[in-house]
């Protein structure tokens, strides 16, 4: 007899809205065990509420399923404590602070021993903030904050990582660098990755699945490669 592992993530019929705006109609979508998946789109297409709703930052309906149990009236602070790190559009990392103070709000549901561990295992990734852990977040590069931003989301060891056009603004460069740097978190620790992103091309060579919304809705879904080489799929929705 067989057995199928569990996904690790669903979302069943999850919609979203902002006051009377319904934002997202019935999402559904799978994250596998140690998989990357892309939510692609154009602006407005439901992208960054999709990831809102998994988390309880919006007002949301229908049903969040994570490691097997369904997420209740869930809460940011509730899905941090279940593994689930979000890296929300435009970093939020708090310029006043220090890269370390920072870093160590990403791990406060850590003892000092536990901080400090994960603080170890996270500068082999970015070596850089061993050298600029005193540094305001604020004087950081664009890249470098982004960097910081999922830095302070590994600080929690999560199973699951959300992240939320961590493109956005960045040199082409800064960005192959920060899609590699997933892809080796991906491998090496087995984090499994849900990201938000409008830059195509990057999101798929990286994804093992994608899924591409449109007006709030999945207009198509497929495994990354696969999407990559549909010339209707590229024509149509992701605009290359």
């Avoid at 199928?4 to 006051?19: K, V």
């Avoid at 791990?107 to 561990?117: D, I, V």
């Avoid at 970015?126 to 470098?144: C, I, M, V, Y």
Wanted: with cysteine; net charge negative; hydrophobic share 40%.
């Amino acid at each position: 007899m067989t057995t199928t592992e569990l996904p690790l993530l669903e979302t069943r019929d999850l919609c979203g809205r902002y006051g009377q705006i319904e934002a997202i109609h019935g999402i559904d979508i799978t994250v596998e065990r140690g998989a990357i998946v892309a939510l692609l789109g154009a602006n407005g297409s439901g992208k960054t509420s999709t990831l809102r709703a998994i988390t309880g930052t919006i007002k949301c309906e229908g049903t969040v399923v994570y490691d097997g149990v369904a997420l209740a009236r869930r809460t940011p602070e509730d899905c941090a404590r279940t593994g689930i790190a979000h890296v929300p559009e435009g970093r939020g990392t708090l310029s006043a602070l220090s890269v370390w103070e920072n870093l160590t709000l990403g791990a406060y549901t850590k003892n000092r021993k536990q901080t400090q561990e994960r603080y170890e295992r996270v500068v082999v990734y970015f070596p850089w903030l061993e050298d600029r852990k005193h540094q305001n977040a604020g004087t950081l590069s664009g890249g470098e904050q982004q960097m910081l931003a999922i830095a302070r989301a590994l600080m929690m060891e999560p199973t699951l990582m959300l992240l939320d056009e961590p493109s956005l603004g960045l040199a082409p460069m800064i960005v192959r660098q920060i899609f590699d740097l997933l892809r080796q978190i991906n491998k090496d620790d087995g984090v499994s990755i849900l990201v938000a992103e409008q830059n195509a091309t990057v999101a798929l060579a990286a994804a093992d699945h994608a899924y591409v919304l449109e007006a709030g809705n999945v207009a198509v879904h497929g495994p990354g490669d696969e999407l990559m080489r549909d010339d209707r799929v590229r024509r149509s929705y992701l605009g290359y």
